[in-house]
């Protein structure tokens, strides 16, 4: 069993940005494709973007060139750096980490990120 912890939510004005970050336990986290996921209220829970072990990434084209998800598998650590954040982009944010092979994933409690003025 993997636990993830988010952290980094919070308010943002419009424009603004933030840093989230998920922690891993387990010493197998640099295997495991990690992942963004976001849900606003009313909304299905939708892909953010993700990166693999190698280093592959994907976004959601609604935050290209604003987001940036990032690794550092010494502290079992992934990170969304959020930019120019807009209102759109308020949504509970998920950490999720896939191991290989067919095997469940592993989902963070989320954290909260609000753009309002």
């Known amino acids: 069993q993997v636990q993830l912890v988010e952290s980094g939510g919070g308010l943002v004005q419009p424009g603004g940005s933030l840093r989230l970050s998920c922690v891993a336990s387990?010493?197998?986290?640099?295997?495991?494709?990690m992942g963004w996921y976001r849900q606003a209220p009313g909304k299905q829970r939708e892909l953010v973007a993700t990166?693999?072990?190698?280093?592959?990434?994907t976004y959601a084209d609604s935050i290209k060139g604003r987001f940036t998800i990032s690794r550092d598998n010494a502290k079992n650590t992934v990170y969304l750096q959020m930019n120019s954040l807009v209102a759109e982009d308020t949504a509970v944010y998920y950490c999720?980490?896939?191991?290989?092979?067919?095997?469940?994933?592993?989902w963070g409690q989320g954290t909260q990120v609000t753009v309002s003025s």
């Open positions: 990166l693999t072990s190698g280093g592959r990434t």
């Open positions: 387990g010493s197998r986290f640099s295997v495991y494709r």
């Open positions: 999720r980490a896939d191991p290989p092979g067919r095997r469940p994933p592993f």
